[in-house]
């Protein structure tokens, strides 16, 4: 028995083959079109293409660029000395004023540390009045001595003086002279080496003390320094401000060096800017920016630029100019366009994607009846996120195309077609 043998319906897949044929064909097709006069034209929808119109107006190069909002000063607080976290005295987002305590560091040894050094001062101060003491009783019985021995000599001086005048006069004898003159001599040898002695002894006296008194002003600044570092286990405000970023809870160990937190400073705002590595040799010190907020413009100035790069980016800060925005807030993020160069008149050319295949070399200029678009050679110099400053080639209230010219290689010429 026969049986009846139904067509297949046709598959999607050999649909959009058949589609694409047909596609491929018509393109091929617009391409020959005016192939009569040696020009490659292609038929184009108008509503596929954008049609800018160029002018002449201000051109400013710039950049846009994001800011953080930052407190004009800040000021880290690190462990001076490690310890463990004994007591908080505030808590994160506390107005401080000055030499307010923060919080307080335990640390043992170096409060045993200072307990020893106090004690090593004070047996140095001891030290040092028992030496002086001693020093002067042998200064006292050296000038004692000095005085017996400068009593000896005006003694055999005086005996001398006159044995020598009874025996000029014939009224002693020579042994009797001869023993007055020794005993002078000898008083005399005495008295000098004794007067020198005593010299020696105050010169070395006085140096001794001299000694002793620096190594006690030593040892009394190496206290101070200790005293000092356990007073530094009590963090303290350096200035008056906020305390943020807070990182201490009780019982944590703090090594020294360690980060604590900041103090921003209520002195105003400054914004944290970065910019592309590639900017980097025409950013410096003055370029302006600006920025809308709450629908007003303000003006920023760049005051230092950071040069490290890191992750193809770096670092400015900027200052407010004029007046500052109210509400405005620490972290907020601003928008901020960064002038690059003054604000110059220029022939302008909206951005669009035919730059990605002319190079800024040539675009499509619509004809004065709008029915066609052929190329034109142009030279383009500096842009911005909006305009490319055109040199050559346009003129104001010239009409040109401006969308992606993916599909236009080898094209002279586009008919547009309206729909």
Known sequence: MDRVIQKKAWGTKKIATIAGITGAVLFGAYLIVGAASGKRKLNVDTERITVSE??????????????????YTTIYLDAVEGGR???????DG????????ILKLANTDLELNLANQETQVYAAQTQMQISHNSAQQN???????????????????????????????????????????????????????????????TALTRQEDVQAREQYAHMKNTLELMRKKVADLTVRAPIDGQLTSMDAEVGQNKNK???????D???????????????????????MGDFSFAGKTYKLVIKKVFTQIVSGRFQVDM????????????GQTLQIRLALSDETTAILVPKGGFYQQTGGNWIFKVAEDGKSAY???????RQNPDYYEVLQGLKPGDKVITSSYENYDGIQELVLKKP
């Open 54 to 71: 160029v002018k002449k107006g201000p051109f400013q190069d710039f950049i846009p660029v994001n800011g953080v909002v930052m407190p």
């Open 85 to 91: 976290v004994e007591e908080k005295y505030v808590e």
């Open 94 to 101: 506390a107005n401080l004023k000055k030499g307010d305590p």
């Open 139 to 201: 200064t006292i019985t050296k000038l004692n001595q000095m005085a017996d021995v400068d009593n000896a000599f005006k003694e055999a001086e005086r005996v001398y003086l006159l044995d020598k005048k009874l025996y000029d006069q014939k009224a002693i004898g020579l042994q009797e002279f001869r023993a007055a003159e020794n005993g002078y001599n000898y008083q005399v040898r005495r008295k000098k080496l004794t007067t020198q002695i005593l010299k020696q002894d």
């Open 257 to 263: 060096g360690e980060h604590l937190g900041q103090i």
């Open 265 to 287: 400073a209520q002195n105003g705002f400054k914004v944290r800017v970065d910019v592309e590595e590639h900017y980097l040799s025409r950013i410096y010190n003055g370029l």
């Open 319 to 330: 200052q407010f100019v004029g007046e500052v925005p109210k509400g405005i807030r620490k």
């Open 375 to 381: 190329k034109v050679d142009i030279r383009i110099d």
